[in-house]
Nanobody, 124 residues
Framework: QVELVESGGGLVQAGGSLRLACAAS????????TGWFRQAPGKEREFVAA????????SYADSVKGRFTISRDNAKNTVYLQMNSLKPEDTAVYYC?????????????????WGQGTQVTVSS
């Protein structure tokens, strides 16, 4: 089992920045591919970004490319999502998710472990 705990959400003005963190504990070898998803009110959950722990290779949704950066700190078992140039449409609950690295996917059905989510609100 893997436990994922998100932190770093909050309220920010449009154009501002936030950094989210996802700390993994337990059998962390099961969280080799870690991603961020988000769900806005009344909308389906959508993929944001993901990273492969070993190679550091990354993947991003088109809507966040050039604004968001995903990274990891292996020593701390933590994945970060640096969000810059935030827009009101980025407002959502952001979830960290992970799988064992065998499938590198933007589909939530391929992720076995999920955090509880952290709220990000961007005011205009």
């Amino acid at each position: 089992q893997v436990e994922l705990v998100e932190s770093g959400g909050g309220l920010v003005q449009a154009g501002g920045s936030l950094r989210l963190a996802c700390a993994a504990s337990g059998n962390t070898f099961l969280s080799q591919y870690t991603g961020w998803f988000r769900q806005a009110p009344g909308k389906e959950r959508e993929f944001v970004a993901a990273i492969l722990w070993t190679a550091g290779s990354t993947s991003y949704a088109d809507s966040v490319k050039g604004r968001f950066t995903i990274s990891r700190d292996n020593a701390k078992n933590t994945v970060y999502l640096q969000m810059n140039s935030l827009k009101p449409e980025d407002t959502a609950v952001y979830y960290c998710a992970a799988n064992n690295g065998r499938i590198r996917s933007s589909e939530e059905r391929h992720y076995a472990y999920w955090g509880q989510g952290t709220q990000v609100t961007v005011s205009s």
